[in-house]
């Protein structure tokens, strides 16, 4: 039963977990680049995220892997009709590999009935408690924000 959502802040996917955690009453766990980095400026304050001591994205995501039981990736990026990974993604996946904790990447983008019947199954299977999420923000990928929170919202209760 998961019990923490950890997110690191970003637009999209990030963002869509932290609104979802507050929405639930969920505790929010995590960490967020140095000055509170994101895409369309400081993270607000409402999101109880620790600071790194560097700006760089990197840092962050892996002290997120690191703190969670487990870590849902969204991933929406086609490349000629198959899955491309983001730089993000893809450190993501390194980080959760080196600490060897379990990650699903989530394929389905725009279809929230895929994506939410795929993250229930894995769910199911891992059982987090302290559940990280990540994923495409929304400026690379419009539409992610809105994906994820419906996702969440089906699955995650």
Not at 63 to 74: K, P, R, Y
Not at 118 to 138: F, I
Request: net charge neutral.
């Amino acid at each position: 039963m998961i019990e923490v959502i950890i997110s690191g802040g970003q637009t999209g996917a990030d963002r869509a977990a932290l609104d979802f955690a507050l929405e639930q009453g969920f505790t929010i766990q995590g960490y967020c680049p140095q000055g509170r980095r994101a895409d369309d400026g400081p993270l607000d304050k409402k999101y109880p995220l620790q600071e790194t001591e560097s700006s760089a994205y990197q840092k962050r995501t892996g002290l997120n892997v690191e703190l969670a039981d487990a870590t849902v990736i969204f991933n929406g990026f086609l490349f000629n009709g198959l899955p491309e990974y983001s730089p993000g993604t893809e450190t993501t996946i390194r980080f959760a590999n080196k600490h060897g904790k379990p990650f699903i990447v989530l394929q389905g983008f725009p279809d929230v009935a895929k994506d939410a019947a795929d993250l229930k199954r894995w769910l199911e299977k891992y059982t987090p408690q302290k559940l990280n999420v990540a994923g495409n923000g929304e400026e690379k990928c419009p539409g992610m924000y809105s994906h994820v929170l419906a996702v969440l919202r089906q699955v995650i209760k």
